[in-house]
């Protein structure tokens, strides 16, 4: 009898039974279809099924007794364990998890597979940290990428801050600074790495750690020193992109200290801030700053007691200094400050 998938060796006899399920599996029928198999019990229908869909590449889940939510985490265990991903997937209900399952591409790997995981973490380490920037990046469309960012999310790899002044726009940031060290300096480097040139990579990718690693990371040091320091003042601590139509541009606020939010009143803006690691701060930072609490203001924020700070790793020019010797609303916050020694 021909086959039209070979029977496995360890499959005895069978060959009726194989054909049919073969057939079956391998028809042209209706992508998704239901089939049942049916028979006395202890006579091989679970042996057969699943030497089925490993002769067949497919994916198997047993559904023994239990409870809903039990039986619909033991599925995402077994599909995560089947593509290779690091962590189960976590769906709300069967729904959710039988539409990801019959929406996966034929022609790519498995999302919660390892390489797209790696893939997301390099974009948003490459500073693409929008949604759409993120798809891009990879090649993928936007609807592709929302499982794999929900699982990075809950195994608290990425963070998801939403934008402070842009209503809907949220970013992604890389929970771990060494894992962005592995995705923006080490992963891109691998080949030399491995052949022993580790002086080398370092040399020619010191700018590029400065920018993609440090910058990022000190970023998230400033915000968590604002928090630090006046959360009994205000509401939130986020970043925040304002929008400027005269010039044409956008200005990127790296920490935006926000009041408490009340229905019907102003919300205040405690602080607006820009941090830099690697570069002596100058009044042009200042000036940006200044620029970005006036377009706020004209937008309807009070911005009567705005505090304007400059975190700097590499310190403040002498201008600078002068400037915040003379006006109250200037902070500067360098290292020793940061860490709590001033």
Request: proline fraction near 4%.
């Amino acid at each position: 009898m021909s086959l039209l998938v070979p029977k496995p060796t360890h499959v005895f006899d069978r060959d009726w039974e194989w054909e049919a399920l073969t057939s079956f599996a391998t028809g042209s029928h209706a992508e998704v279809s239901f089939g049942v198999v049916s028979g006395r019990r202890r006579q091989g229908k679970t042996f057969l099924l699943r030497s089925l869909t490993e002769a067949l590449g497919g994916f198997y889940f047993e559904a023994t007794e239990g409870t809903d939510v039990e039986l619909l985490r033991l599925f995402g265990m077994a599909l995560a364990r089947h593509s290779g991903s690091p962590v189960g997937y976590p769906f709300a209900d069967w729904r959710d998890a039988l539409t990801f399952f019959f929406s996966l591409p034929k022609d790519r790997p498995m999302p919660r597979d390892p390489a797209l995981y790696h893939s997301v973490l390099s974009a948003v380490a490459e500073g693409n940290n929008t949604w759409g920037g993120i798809a891009s990046h990879i090649g993928y469309k936007s609807s592709d990428i929302a499982h794999p960012l929900n699982v990075l999310e809950d195994c608290g790899l990425l963070v998801k801050e939403k934008d402070a002044f842009r209503s809907g726009r949220t970013r992604y940031r890389i929970a771990e600074p060494l894992i962005t060290f592995y995705q923006a300096i080490m992963r891109p480097e691998w080949t030399d790495l491995s052949l022993g040139f580790a002086a080398e990579v370092w040399e020619r990718s010191r700018r590029r750690f400065l920018s993609k690693v440090m910058g990022p990371h000190f970023e998230t040091l400033c915000r968590e020193y604002a928090l630090r320091y006046g959360r009994a003042h205000f509401g939130e601590v986020v970043a925040g992109t304002v929008a400027d139509p005269a010039n044409k541009s956008q200005i990127d606020v790296d920490i935006a200290v926000l009041g408490v939010a009340h229905a019907g009143e102003t919300r205040a803006i405690k602080s607006l801030g820009e941090a830099k690691w690697d570069k002596v701060m100058d009044l042009r930072h200042l000036e940006r700053l200044r620029r970005a609490r006036d377009l706020l203001a004209a937008k309807g924020y009070d911005t009567t007691n705005t505090t304007l700070a400059c975190y700097s790793g590499a310190g403040f020019h002498d201008t600078l200094r002068a400037e915040a010797k003379r006006d109250p609303a200037i902070l500067l916050v360098d290292i020793p400050m940061l860490y709590g020694n001033a």
